[in-house]
């Protein structure tokens, strides 16, 4: 609806600068014309900008653009974001985030999943697997930082490293 808004504005400045010149071209004849043709443009000049505006406003507000940076914050923030944290971050519409975060979803790039009554988004692809050393007998989790050839819970030697 405001693309159709934004194009017709666009038609109707362009159709004013068109009969500008046209009494510009009059203008040559009969020099009053001269103030209608600058009148034209006046109105024209402004109306095609304006639609202009909210057609890269749009684009810039698409699902198909926020996308990325929707996945950069996600990046950012542990691999989950909230529709609060984009609108906040992001400076976007609260429904362009929602669509955006919608896209991403049905691409399977991002889960959603409700924490109480709010819905987080959560982008297990960024998620780094991070290497632990388990203990086979009790799996109790330890840092890979240090040296374990003993677990320090349950005594076992079988302590191997593992993609947690
Ligand atoms: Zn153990």
């Known amino acids: 609806m405001k693309r159709i808004a934004a194009l017709i ?11 500008g010149l046209i009494f510009l071209i009059a203008a040559i004849a009969n020099p009053q014309r001269l103030l209608n043709a600058l009148a034209l443009a ?37 691999a989950e974001v909230t529709v609060d944290q984009v609108v906040a971050e992001l400076g976007v519409p609260d429904q362009a985030a929602r669509d955006a975060l919608d896209l991403l979803e049905r691409r399977q790039q991002a889960r959603g999943e409700w924490r109480e009554d709010r819905k987080v988004y959560l982008f ?19 840092s890979v930082a240090q040296p374990l050839h003993k677990c320090p819970n349950c005594g076992s030697t079988e302590v191997e490293l593992v993609r947690e």
């Open 9 to 19: 504005a666009i038609v109707v400045g362009a159709l004013l600068l068109v009969l």
């Open 42 to 78: 006046v109105l024209g000049v402004p109306l095609i900008a304006f639609g202009i505006w909210v057609l890269v406003r749009e684009k810039q507000l698409s699902a198909d653009t926020l996308d990325d940076s929707i996945v950069e914050l996600a990046r950012r923030s542990n």
């Open 124 to 142: 297990p692809g960024l998620k780094e697997s991070k290497v632990v050393r388990r203990c086979a007998h009790c799996h109790s989790i330890f």
